[in-house]
């Protein structure tokens, strides 16, 4: 679903991302774990074709983000560390926006809102402009905008940040019905908990470079994310 070889990206004298090379599979959830400016949000933003790269090729579902970036945007989502959506919208306009780049018919576009909406408690307010959101509506409204499309590929930079607790128990439902239904999701997070219980697998990056991936178990062994962080944070 998501193939990203030797990816490199350097910013003046410092490599954000160095040779970096991750397989994402349909049906994982695949959690990337670093540090504040390991280069997690530089490989996102790399994948989904926001930023350019120096070196390395990235494919997204078969496709070359770089090459036919088009093609790859219709099948995947993204939503950054903080939604930049358009306040002057109100949040109905902004879904039927956002449905309409990508072709969505009008009846599947108004089941799927009212669908996520409810989930999400946000119905009564999607009349309201967006400017009068509270950070987690926001945020709310964003991961309705990502799964609009039913898109293949959902990456995702700090999903979890300024969701309350039945809004993330939602969301992480919604992550795992996602893939149990073929697709796949590659996300940043610093709630290693939820890592912990959630990811199929999880890669841990540390200034730039790769430092382990593998499955959950393979990763932690018998010890708790938390501490194979830590002791490589470490070293």
Known sequence: MLRIEHLTK??????AV???????????????????????????????????FDSG???????SITSDPVTCKKDLAYIPDNPDLYEFMSGIKYLN???DIFGIPADVRQERIHRYAAVF??????????SSYSHGMKQKL?????????PKLIIMDEPFVGLDPKASHLLKEMMRDHCDRGGAIFFSTHVLEVAEKLC???AIIKQGKLVKVGTMEEVKGDDSLEEVFLELEAE
């Open 57 to 63: 090729t990235i494919m997204v579902n078969g496709h």
């Open 10 to 15: 350097t910013y003046g004298d410092k490599k």
């Open 121 to 130: 408690e946000l119905t009564a307010d999607l009349a309201q402009p967006i």
């Open 200 to 202: 199929d697998k999880v």
């Open 18 to 52: 160095d040779d970096l090379t991750l397989h994402i599979q349909p049906k994982e959830i695949f959690g990337f774990i670093g540090h504040n400016g390991a280069g997690k949000s530089t490989t996102l933003k790399s994948a989904v074709g926001i930023l350019p």
């Open 97 to 99: 926006f956002i449905a």
């Open 142 to 150: 964003a991961l309705i905008s990502a799964w609009i499309h039913d």
